[in-house]
């Protein structure tokens, strides 16, 4: 066994996948110690789970921010702050690339993620998971972190089989589409929304006659599984950022980001 990696959490609830990733490493299942936690909520039961274990906490008040914003100008924005470039760089509002809805969100995201960069500063980490952290990150942030464009480092897990399905209910919106399968992945985060490369998935049959609760209860069971798993193919230096060109109909190239899985014995 090699070093133990150092892992950083977000969330915003009870924390159940923190919890899955807490047991492996506690369990020796993942070469990794988790070294903080953060939320953007103060309640966030999850901030309790990661006390227990003398974890690291901190919050970051999403909502006061915002709240006290208002509009760009009555923010106080980082000075390395690019709101042109941030609005060019993102994709998760792709008809309106500079609008004043487009610079609100980033200018109140930045002023958080400023926040969020802040309070991680004194302890180094080398994977941060998002562990049900319901806000979306901007390039601002994104950037910070991902200072290797050929390893990212922010890891996510969503509640469907993506691409499709993204944005917040993904079991729900699986469930009323009549879906025969329903899932989840783990992926590296990119500017978009749930849109980065996928790292692993699980798969489960919906049956006739499941509730949405029923649903959501079977994918759960394998978020806990598979975010351990793909952390600790990370932390084994078995995954692989790789760029492929496709030529669409139209003529036009356009390169996707995938994840190679790379044998064991077989490091990046």
Not at 156 to 179: E, K, Q, S
Request: proline share 6%; aromatic share 8%; charged share 25%.
């Amino acid at each position: 066994m090699g070093k133990k990696i150092r892992i950083g959490a977000l969330i915003s609830g009870g924390g159940t996948n923190l919890q899955a990733i807490i047991d492996a490493c506690e369990a020796g299942e993942i070469d990794g110690e988790m070294v903080f936690v953060g939320s953007d909520s103060p309640g966030a039961y999850g901030l309790e789970r990661a006390e227990k274990y003398g974890i690291p906490t901190f919050t970051v008040d999403y909502k006061a921010i915002i709240r006290a914003g208002g509009t760009p100008e009555g923010l106080t924005l980082p000075d390395d702050f690019d709101i042109g470039k941030a609005a060019a760089q993102q994709s998760l509002f792709t008809s309106e690339k500079d609008s004043a809805r487009v610079r609100a969100f980033l200018s109140t995201r930045a002023a958080a993620e400023a926040g969020l960069l802040e309070a991680m500063a004194p302890y180094p980490f080398d994977l941060l998971v998002l562990a049900g952290f319901m806000r979306n990150l901007t390039p601002y942030f994104i950037d910070r972190v991902n200072t290797d464009p050929d390893r990212p480092r922010i890891m996510n897990i969503h509640p469907a089989l993506l691409p499709a399905f993204p944005g917040v209910d993904g079991y729900g919106d699986t469930f009323r589409y009549g879906c025969k399968v329903g899932g989840c992945t783990v992926h590296f985060i990119d500017y978009g929304e749930d849109s980065g490369p996928i790292i692993g998935q699980k798969v489960f049959a919906i049956e006739e006659g499941d509730t949405l609760e029923q649903v959501k209860v079977k994918g759960l069971s394998l978020e806990w599984a598979l975010y351990p798993e793909c952390i600790r193919l990370f932390a084994r230096n078995r995954l692989k950022v790789v760029r492929t060109a496709h030529v669409l109909e139209n003529g036009k190239t356009m390169v996707r980001a995938v994840v190679k899985i790379l044998p064991k014995g077989v490091a990046v």
